[in-house]
């Protein structure tokens, strides 16, 4: 498939739309998507990129944190600082909010290595603030996060003694990936990564503390300091084709060809590293819009819970069981496994994962969690989905079995069903009857239309997006 980052001029199908929605959002609902059925790809894009509110931060998130506060009571700020976030997460469909989880996994730290939620809070606030930013600018104020100090000991780097462990992840994780730096450029790096300390809820960069002899980067020499450091390593070539394969990586398809990468890249660089121009090209591109990588993702932990939670009009579902699902399929908000992040795609599918995230699907088609409880919204109210309304809102002949099957089928899947799958997913919603017998309206088509969804979302295909 020839690289194509040309502007779609079709108006969007609702299938294009649905697929929109699930890639540069956590909500493929019907509602959004037929918000955009009909709309130029450019328009339609463009809207989702200008959504996006600040959430207010709990008022302790401006106290400075207390250096002697217990162990204990630091780790009730997590919990918190995850229901804070799982709100925003659910109640926003945003590509904005898509980009928060990305950079969260790009510039990696973790709460218990933080310790304090203060900083891991703010530097979620941070990552929204440049989520559809200058990633240069981006990059600095990154730097100096408390956050990231902490996480890889920035703040313990001085003038005659540089901790190393910024300046690798710097080009190993955030900006040029292994094999296109050296080890010496590490070591340069590093003296100018110095002189960080954190007061109060800032990061502060002192020059005293800082080494600013000769230093030798890529080749060029000079009394560098960190924002020299991202100005260098943003104009080697490998930067904006490493950004660029993230980008397609979680946009398009995970293993990016050779001409996606360089094309995107050179779209990265034409846009100087601003992030919005450059997802207004991706998503409303012929390539992200081309049907042969529908399907091409496998779907995280967040698409699969807060995905279906809001497909099924679950958005008031009580947060922490979103949490919670979500962590018991591996993908734990300000707990990444390692400072690598969550690997994603085939990584999230394992022989204990998969028949878990069935599981999942099935408990909440049926109105329960995973451990058989009902499922109550935030006001502590218990929920079930209602199908039949569903039904009637997706399909114009609901009386129809066959059209039934159809429009459930493509509100949930990326991909479309075989004539044989057809076959038998009919004979699920029907349960033996005659296709005469079939009515929205009939006192089984709740139950029925449940275990037709549940056998949805136990398919492999289900897994995709």
């Known amino acids: 498939m020839a690289t194509d980052l040309s502007t779609r001029t079709q108006p969007l199908t609702y299938a294009d739309a649905l697929h929109l929605m699930r890639r540069a959002t956590l909500h493929p609902t019907h509602d959004g998507a037929m918000a955009l059925v009909g709309k130029s790809p450019s328009d339609a894009v463009r809207d989702l990129l200008d959504r996006g509110t600040d959430p207010v931060l709990p008022a302790w998130a401006s106290m400075a944190p207390d250096p002697n506060i217990t162990f204990s009571d630091a780790a009730r700020r997590w919990p918190e600082i995850q229901l804070w976030w799982a ?106 990564f110095t002189g960080w300390r954190i007061s109060g809820l800032n990061g502060t960069y002192t020059s005293q503390l800082s080494d600013l002899g000769a230093k030798t980067i890529f080749g060029q020499t000079g009394s560098w300091t960190y924002e020299d450091v991202v100005r260098i390593t943003l104009a080697q070539p490998a930067c904006a084709r490493y950004l660029a394969t993230k980008l397609l990586r979680t946009f398009v398809q995970y293993y990016p060809t050779d001409d996606d990468v360089t094309a995107l890249a050179a779209e990265i660089t034409a846009k100087n590293f601003v992030i919005k121009p450059v997802l207004q090209t991706l998503l409303s591109s012929e390539l992200f819009l081309d049907q042969r990588v529908r399907g091409a993702l496998i779907k995280a932990p967040a698409d699969l819970v807060i995905g279906l939670a809001t497909s099924l009009s679950y958005n008031a579902m009580q947060r922490d069981l979103l949490i919670s699902s979500m962590a018991k399929l591996n993908q734990e908000l300000f707990y990444p496994p390692t400072v690598e992040g969550w690997k994603g795609h085939h990584a999230w599918i394992t022989s204990s994962t998969f028949p878990s995230r069935q599981r999942f699907g099935e408990n909440l088609v049926n109105g329960k969690a995973t451990d058989g409880t009902q499922i109550e919204d935030t006001t502590g109210k218990a929920i079930t989905p209602d199908l039949v309304a569903l039904v009637k809102k997706l399909c114009v002949t609901p009386n129809d079995p066959v059209a039934v099957v159809d429009a459930l089928t493509t509100y949930l899947l990326s991909v479309p069903i075989t004539s044989e799958q057809r076959v038998v997913l009919k004979e699920i919603l029907l349960q033996s009857r005659p296709d005469y017998e079939w009515t929205i309206d009939a006192a089984f088509a709740p139950t029925y239309l449940r275990l037709f969804m549940q056998a949805v979302v136990r398919m492999p295909e289900f897994q995709l997006m």
Request: aromatic content about 16%.
């Open 87 to 192: 709100d925003k997460l659910a109640t926003e469909p945003s590509v904005r909010e898509r980009m928060v989880l990305f950079w969260h996994n790009h510039f990696t730290s973790d709460y218990i290595t933080v310790y304090y939620g203060q900083f891991s809070i703010r530097q979620n606030a941070l990552q929204r603030s440049y989520a559809l930013g200058d990633f240069a600018e981006f990059s600095k104020k990154m730097i100096g996060d408390p956050a990231m100090l902490i996480f890889l000991n920035g703040n313990l780097s001085v003038k005659g003694n540089p901790n190393e462990n910024f300046a690798r992840e710097w080009f190993e994780l955030f900006s040029l990936g292994i094999g296109n730096y050296t080890e010496n450029d590490i070591v340069e790096a590093s003296r100018a």
